[in-house]
């Protein structure tokens, strides 16, 4: 009966099965449809549109919950007990769903949580296009992720391709081309299904994780700042203080030297008054000084008798003098 009920869905859009099998297995092995990836992919969502009701039905059947986004042309499928942001949770106990899901790598996780941030911050600053996306370089990209997660993108080209040829296949990202992915000026368009794969809790969670280290790193340069204003104080207060002790060594030489020099006064004034006290010996010198002068006057006075005595004895010259 559901066959027969789908065939005639079918006969109504003017499709065949095998167009209604194409799209279904299109939708379940890569789990997005986007209408501006490719021109197959545009004619497969345009068959959604047309098919929408009855691929839901089908799928419904299977626990799948379909996101359909008309504004950015895109279809995107959940496994069972998927949490979708924006979509009310599924209370329902599904059993086997794991078979639905495909488990990404730490890598994979890691650069779709930075595209994330990337493009809630180009959302911010309204740097958004007509179809929803954004352009992110990938030297932010690095850069971005070094800062949030404190990790890198692989080195090696093969590894990076892959990594990015996974978040292409998932329609979260448009690459022009993939030998330019060692370039940090290439760019790549995210697509605003991202918002699909990241709520909003989880992106501020990271933020915050993101904000606190920072505050950390901000409080261990204040310490470093901190210790080295205090070496500089100590320094200061080393140099005021060696400069003290070299006043104070400067003031006890001075002290010491106007000592010296009040001692030498004091040991010449006693000189001195010795000098004037030694009036005595000084008039006995010139007494003595005087009786030699007396006795030289005298013998002057005895050599001068003598000659006039001389004189008068002297016997009368023959020839009249």
Known sequence: MMLQSIEKELEKEGLSQREFSELLVRLLDYGVVCRDESQIEQQLYDRYLRLEELVADYLTLLGIRIQHDRRFQF????????????????????????????????????????????YDKALREGMVDEQGCVMVSLEALSIAMKNLLKRTLPENLTERKALFRRLKQLRLVQISNEDNL??????????????????DQVLSELMESEEEAGAAVSSGDDADASADEASAEN??????????EDSDDSEVSDEADLNGEEA??????????????????????????????????????????AAETAVKNKPASLFGE
């Open 182 to 199: 060692t370039d940090g000026d290439m760019w790549l368009r995210v697509r605003p299904m991202i918002m699909s794969y990241v709520s």
């Open 75 to 118: 279809v995107r499928l959940y496994p069972p007990g998927a949490q979708v942001p924006g979509m009310v949770d599924d209370e329902t106990p599904q059993h086997g769903a794991q078979a639905f899901r495909t488990r990404l790598s730490q890598n994979e996780v890691a650069l779709i949580l930075v595209i994330r941030a990337q």
């Open 264 to 305: 030498d006064a004091e040991i010449a004034a006693p000189a001195e008054t010795e000098d004037e006290e030694s009036t005595p010996a000084d008039e006995l010198a010139d007494e003595e000084s005087d009786d030699a002068v007396a006795e030289q006057d005298a013998d002057t006075e005895s050599e001068e008798q």
């Open 235 to 244: 320094a200061a207060d080393g140099q005021e203080k060696d400069a003290e």
